[in-house]
């Protein structure tokens, strides 16, 4: 079974390429699996629950849903134990869709966000590079290969989604996912301006994706 990931900041258009391609893939009579790892959370509820009594959380609204901001480098114990919890979830869930995925058949398992976009979440909540020596973390960087990493500019990211609350996060973590994409060769596109058409077809192109059939 293949897996393809894109990761990238949001509003990039991460979720339509995942939903083009899904479709692409299966007019070629593939059987595709799609997962989106944006909420992973078992254990990790505990230490959520833990920063909401402490303030470590705080709830923004924005236009369109409550956003939860956190704040959990401030605190040693998060800043300690929320990388371990949330990286156990993440790999838990990502076995157990492996599983299933290969019970189902599917030739293709694409998932909507991986690795990375955990890494560069917790960078951003925690402010503490040392997680990136994590075992766990160095297990899962073999699945670079078949990976692209979608950017755009922060200020339109904050036109296409109305949950958007900081500009410098977004900034932030555009600059991290360039720097991982140039230390792993990873191939990134930059939406910003580009139709989705055109950022599909240059997705295709980077997947080499385009002779793909179902006996592929």
């Known amino acids: ?20 391609l899904k479709h692409y893939l299966e007019l070629k ?20 629950l833990y920063a909401r009594v402490r303030k470590r959380t705080i ?3 924005t236009r369109s849903r409550p956003v939860h901001i956190h704040a ?7 800043r300690f134990l929320y990388p ?5 979830d993440f790999i838990t869930r990502f076995m157990i869709s ?36 994590s075992a766990f973390i160095r297990s899962l960087w073999k699945y670079v290969k078949n990976m692209v990493i979608l950017v755009v500019d922060p200020k339109e990211a904050a036109r ?3 949950d958007v609350v900081s500009l410098k996060e977004i900034a932030f973590k555009k600059r991290c996912f360039e720097i991982f994409a140039k230390h792993f060769s990873i191939p990134i596109l930059d939406t910003t301006g580009v139709s989705k058409t055109t950022t599909f077809k ?3 192109e980077l997947l080499k994706l385009g002779t793909l059939d179902s006996k592929g």
């Open 1 to 20: 079974m293949k897996i393809i990931v894109i990761s990238g900041i949001d509003g990039s258009g991460k979720s339509t390429q995942l939903a083009l």
């Open 29 to 48: 009579g593939l059987r595709i699996g799609y997962l989106w790892l944006r909420w992973f959370a078992a254990f990790t509820y505990i230490l959520y």
């Open 59 to 61: 709830v923004v609204r």
């Open 72 to 78: 959990f480098w401030v605190d040693p114990a998060l």
């Open 84 to 88: 371990r919890f949330l990286l156990f």
């Open 98 to 133: 492996k599983l299933s995925a290969c019970l189902k058949r599917y030739a293709i398992l694409l998932f909507d966000r991986f690795t990375l976009d955990v890494v560069i979440d917790l960078l951003w909540d925690v402010r503490n590079v040392k997680i990136l020596r």
């Open 160 to 162: 296409r989604k109305s």
């Open 202 to 204: 240059k997705l295709i």
